[in-house]
């Protein structure tokens, strides 16, 4: 499913492929790497009995996904053990590490959506033009079903952090 004009570049539309997921919706499993040299995948089950808060960027060295992946960092510790906050980006894993390290990112787990695009196509976040995924937030509570979803209007802009962190702290 292919969704042209859902979200902008700098203002001119692009589009997303996959399904448009709703607030309440089961949260579809996805396959992620850690490592650029393990064929291991992460799962959402891999959380189960958490929260998870997922923060989607096209790639952590752009300024905004750099802020948007450090302010979680920060806020995770706040949010404790109950909380699992996984950021997702199209960066291969390799250059995921590298950034992480240069940046003191130790609390969030990274994952990288680079090889087949599973999480961007299952939760309708691939950007066609461009390869990568939109930016995004989801929310999900302790029995994976969708509690709060935000697809940024325009790549280049930030999420609504408070409310995003406002979600999570209602499910605890």
Known sequence: MERLGAVTFKGQPITLVGPELQVGDRAPN????????????????????K????????????????AQTRR??????????????????C???????????????DRVTVLSDYYDHNFGL????????FGLDHRAIFVLDKDDVIRYIELVPDVTEHPNYDAALEAVRALL
């Open 72 to 89: 979680f960092n920060e806020e995770a510790s706040r949010l404790g053990e109950d909380v699992a906050i996984i950021t997702v980006s």
């Open 122 to 129: 299952s939760y309708g976040v691939y950007i066609k033009e």
């Open 30 to 49: 996805f396959r992620l790497r850690k490592s650029a040299f393990s064929d291991e995948r992460t799962t959402l089950g891999d959380f189960a009995g």
């Open 51 to 66: 929260v998870k808060l997922i923060s989607v960027v096209p790639s952590l060295d752009t300024p905004v996904c750099d």
């Open 91 to 105: 960066d291969l894993p390799t250059a995921q590490a590298r950034w992480c390290g240069a940046a003191g990112i």
